[in-house]
């Protein structure tokens, strides 16, 4: 292949990928979404929160025993480790916002917690540095295209929920004429580091016999447009990475996305470890998201006064409980999370929808309307019932 020895040509792509990873490592000022509903009003507790902490002092803060939900609290703000480099995931706009369905899930958390969807604080990490990120503590959730495996179960945090099923793939140019995986035998291909996408290639190099040329780069933005100037035949990450990333190309419809996947790559959010109520906590405002679009409440119908149907009236916090006092929420919370940020179908609908990420049909349906025992979605969305 022509493009393994246009490798050795790649000096503009090494330094454009020296200045995107430090780009990767700034910190960005909290910003509105422009995209999401309008902010609720911060909760009393949110409102008291005069005490900046910073993320070292949190994390001694928590060394002593004060759990994350008081350290967040007391702050005011949501820590997030984000991206914002991939269009419909974590993105910036043109209005400087970030936005995307994994900075939607962040600011769930902040409505949540803070009564307010936008006391999120962003950080971006490249692939490579979101392990040291989420160990650190410094961080309070990481929400960025990362895949639930078990060793950065053990090893980095506690994965809240699956709130994107995926899986790796290969992006061709059309131009190769390529139309299946296993026609890409002795391909170059551009990997990012730090990623599943890189242990899930040698596997199947080794299983296949692909002869692979596996070129790394250290961040989403150097590995595109090394595949772009044609350093490598393939581009390869989670689909959903693929489609986002050929979204931003001058001309997508020269890159194909080859059929099939070769890995499972559930995607989610994940806490640090050692705090069982915080994994509580973001794991139920998941749940939060998903049960309203079950139940067929949006950020536009959100009740205030009972409905009748007891499981929308529990969520709602206007009858009985669902353990929010345990939790550590007010009996409302699930009024902030939805009016600030939506359900999980505004979500994906705002943000995944105009990628051409078809959801009905796909893993990342509902699995059933809730309250409906005939009427299966057939994905694979689905929580801990509220209750
Ligand atoms: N889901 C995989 C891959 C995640 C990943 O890093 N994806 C790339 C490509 S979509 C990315 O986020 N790149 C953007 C960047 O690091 O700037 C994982 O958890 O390791």
Known sequence: MVARYLKYLGCGAILLALLASF???????????????????????ALEATAALTAGEATAMEN???????IVRDRGTLVCAS???????????????????????????????LGNPDA???RTTTAAERGPAIQSGEIDIMSRNTTWTSTRDAAWGNFAQTMFYDGQGFM???????????????ASICVQQGTTTELNIQDFDNQNSMNFDILTFP??????????SGQCDSLTTDRSGLVSTRSGFDSPDDHIILPG????????PLVPHGDDQWFDVVKTVMAILIYAEAYGVTSD??????????KVDRLFGLEGSFGQEALGFPDTVARDVIRGVGNYGEIYERHLTPLGLQRDGSRNALWSNAPCRDCPRGGQIYAAPLR
Do not use: H, K, W
């Open 261 to 268: 996947t070769i890995s499972e790559e559930p995607l989610g």
């Open 23 to 45: 780009a990767c490592g700034q910190e960005e000022p909290t910003t509105p979404a422009q995209s999401a509903p309008a902010a609720v009003q911060p909760s009393p507790d």
């Open 64 to 70: 002593q025993g004060v759990s994350r939900l008081q």
């Open 83 to 113: 991206i914002n480099t991939v269009a419909g995931f974590g993105f910036l706009d043109s209005g400087g916002n970030t936005v995307g369905f994994d900075i939607d899930l962040c600011r769930a958390v902040a409505a949540a917690v």
């Open 301 to 310: 119908n959100v009740p205030s006064i009972a409905t009748g149907d007891t």
């Open 172 to 186: 061709v140019p059309r131009s190769l004429g390529i139309t299946g995986m296993l026609e890409l035998r002795d």
């Open 219 to 228: 961040d989403g933005v150097s590995s595109n447009d090394a595949y772009l």
């Open 120 to 122: 999120v604080e962003f």
